[in-house]
């Protein structure tokens, strides 16, 4: 199944899908404001992609981002490390999951998840301290 995008005017703007076709006169505008926070090449593509477009724009975009000093920066950044997975609990209740949730009608809950069974304990807290907590989960 092909999903071609249309073409369509709503309140003077053409739109290609969802997205508002930029004219020549204002694409370096748009290109300045896209810029502006200085995130790289690979955000602002993004960003652009959700709201606008023209012929050319990943270009436009990639040339803005090589001649930006912080957009270098961050294109150089160290990347966060991958997550690692928890070992699998051999027994229910060897691992568990503690947090709070809340406020719900003024209340807030120490929400206490067995890592192995995922099964939920749940209580209603007055205060929300480590010593309230630890007083909970003896």
Same mark, same amino acid.
């Given at each position: 199944?092909?999903?071609?995008? %249309? ?6 703007? *053409? ?10 006169? *204002?694409?370096?505008? /748009? ?12 955000? /602002? ?16 975009? &990639? &040339? ?25 609990? &051999? ?12 406020? *719900?009608? %003024?209340? /807030?809950? *120490? ?9 939920? %304990? ?8 480590? &010593? ?7």
């Amino acid at each position: 199944m092909s999903r071609r995008m %249309e073409l369509s005017i709503q309140s003077s703007c *053409l739109l290609w899908g969802r997205r508002v076709i930029i004219p020549p006169p *204002l694409r370096s505008q /748009m290109l300045e404001q896209l810029h502006s926070g200085h995130c790289g090449i690979v955000r /602002m593509k993004e960003i652009a992609r959700s709201y606008f477009w023209w012929p050319g724009l990943d270009s436009a975009i &990639e &040339e803005k981002a090589k001649t930006c000093m912080s957009c270098q920066g961050v294109r150089n950044a160290h990347q966060w490390a991958p997550l690692h997975p928890q070992d699998w609990p &051999e027994n229910p209740w060897q691992s568990i999951h503690v947090d709070f949730a809340g406020p *719900l009608d %003024e209340s /807030m809950f *120490l929400v206490v998840v067995d890592a192995h069974s995922k099964w939920p %304990e749940v209580s209603i807290m007055q205060s929300t301290t480590a &010593e309230s907590a630890i007083q909970k989960l003896l």
